[in-house]
């Protein structure tokens, strides 16, 4: 909740001071993307789960409660991307983004759609090639 809230926080800061002389920047959403290198703590923690020691289990698992947030940014980064070069209306974006707030299950799909994305690459535009 709080993370929404912060979210809603950048939206009017960066919508009040738009106009300001001295505007706040705030890089655009859609271009969000976690380094690389950070599924391999994912799956270093993930694997770490496995062990019985629960001196290793628990701060692996806020390990990977905490990177999979991150994920779900970058998710949330594509799944914003795909909606803005598609023209949806603004009442269906509403009813998605308050379908991921309200839904769990979906919050978890588009956090492995922003795992998934460092190999698929969603946001770019596929191209034809003659072979």
């Not at 070069?85 to 991921?100: C, E, F, G, N, Q």
């Not at 460092?118 to 034809?128: A, L």
């Amino acid at each position: 909740m709080l993370i929404l809230i912060a979210g809603c926080n950048l939206v009017l800061l960066k919508k009040s001071t738009a106009k300001a002389e001295h505007p706040v920047q705030i890089a655009d959403f859609t271009t969000f993307r976690n380094p690389d290198l950070l599924v391999w703590v994912l799956i270093a923690a993930g694997f770490s789960l496995l062990l019985p020691e629960s001196i290793i289990t628990n701060p692996a698992l806020n390990i990977v409660l905490v990177v999979s947030l991150f994920y779900l940014f970058q998710g949330m980064a594509v799944v914003t991307a795909l909606v803005s070069k598609s023209s949806v209306s603004s009442i269906v974006r509403i009813i998605l983004y308050a379908l991921l707030i309200i839904q769990p299950y979906l919050l978890a799909i588009v956090a492995g759609i922003g795992l998934f994305d460092i190999w698929v690459d969603f946001r770019t535009p596929k191209t034809q090639e003659n072979l």
